[in-house]
């Protein structure tokens, strides 16, 4: 059965993300890319004219809806408090347990020196930063969250905590030693992080 061109685009996307995944950026070529999806390598660079084209049709099949915008923070949307950050441990811890191909191809990326982690940062990675840090304003001017942190610094340690989590359960195999449903997971995340940021009363 012949592909249409999107079906063909998508195919080698997930392709792509499998070995890069697997084998990593040094240990995959576009003739292995092609051979399994069982194409030529002319039918690669027919839909992605170079590696940064095939960079960003990944970042976008793995973090954007068919709009273009964040899967994550369109459910986000609406979203204030606990809510929001139970919310935000909940789809990662989960996305990771179904399909833990994107995080090993960040860790690859990042550790070979390839280009796809450093973009997923500076795009979909700051965006998500910076909607952290808009709520974690509003927590600190509302007089939920102490005045004297950082947003940024106190972001990441959020997002490292669940981060973490993840990459141990994962791809260092705790998860088969550590078993925990996800929702008393995110509740004792939040509820650490919240505990830690409340505004303390002077006596």
Do not use: W
């Amino acid at each position: 059965m012949r592909l249409s061109a999107a079906e063909r685009k998508d195919q080698i996307v997930s392709v792509a993300t499998s070995l890069f995944a697997a084998r990593g950026f040094s240990g995959t070529t576009t003739r292995q890319i092609a051979e399994a999806a069982g194409i030529s390598e002319a039918v690669i660079y027919r839909h992605f004219s170079n590696k940064d084209a095939l960079f960003d049709a990944i970042i976008n099949a793995r973090c954007s809806d068919t709009q273009g915008n964040s899967r994550l923070l369109v459910r986000l949307k609406g979203m204030q408090g606990k809510e929001f950050f139970r919310e935000i441990a909940a789809f990662l811890i989960s996305e990771h347990r179904q399909d833990d191909s994107f995080l090993r191809l960040l860790i690859y990326s990042a550790l070979e020196g390839h280009g796809l982690s450093e973009k997923f940062m500076n795009t979909r990675g700051m965006e998500f930063f910076e909607h952290i840090q808009v709520q974690i304003k509003l927590l600190v001017k509302e007089g939920s969250f102490r005045a004297d942190i950082d947003p940024l610094l106190v972001s990441r340690a959020f997002l490292g905590m669940v981060a973490y989590y993840s990459i141990s359960q994962e791809i260092f195999g705790l998860g088969k030693h550590f078993k925990r449903p996800d929702a008393e997971v995110v509740n004792a995340f939040v509820d650490i992080f919240f505990d830690g940021m409340l505004k303390v009363s002077r006596r």
